[in-house]
């Protein structure tokens, strides 16, 4: 019953996602080929809304679900890591049509052919968590 609240916010976001076009192949061609805004004002009203989120969890010692404490570290900036990791995730961006996030949703829409995709950004993942500890950061 404590994870009803996620479901919720989760079928939110689904229905807020698609309602705003985010999930269509067709908006994020428009994005990558620089013909509409709609894509980086999506994206650009996220990272605003990110850092107001980010800063209220530091004002207010926000705590998980857990009840730990929500700590942010600072990162070592090496940028040459982080332009890396941008390009491999916007060619799989480009190449797929669709980031992590909207994957789930085009699922539960009923393309179940993203399956194939998901399934291959989980193995991804599976495998960068079992070298993390032997790739270069």
Known sequence: MKYLKFLLVGILFGITMSKGQVISW???YEMFRFDSFHMYGVIGSAVVLGI???QYMKKTSMKDLYGHLITFHPKNMSYPRYILGGIAFGLGWAMV???????YILFARGYLMIGFIIAGALLGTYIYGALRSKLPH
């Open 26 to 28: 067709y908006r994020i």
């Open 52 to 54: 107001i989120i980010v």
């Open 97 to 103: 049509g669709a980031c992590p996030g909207p994957m």
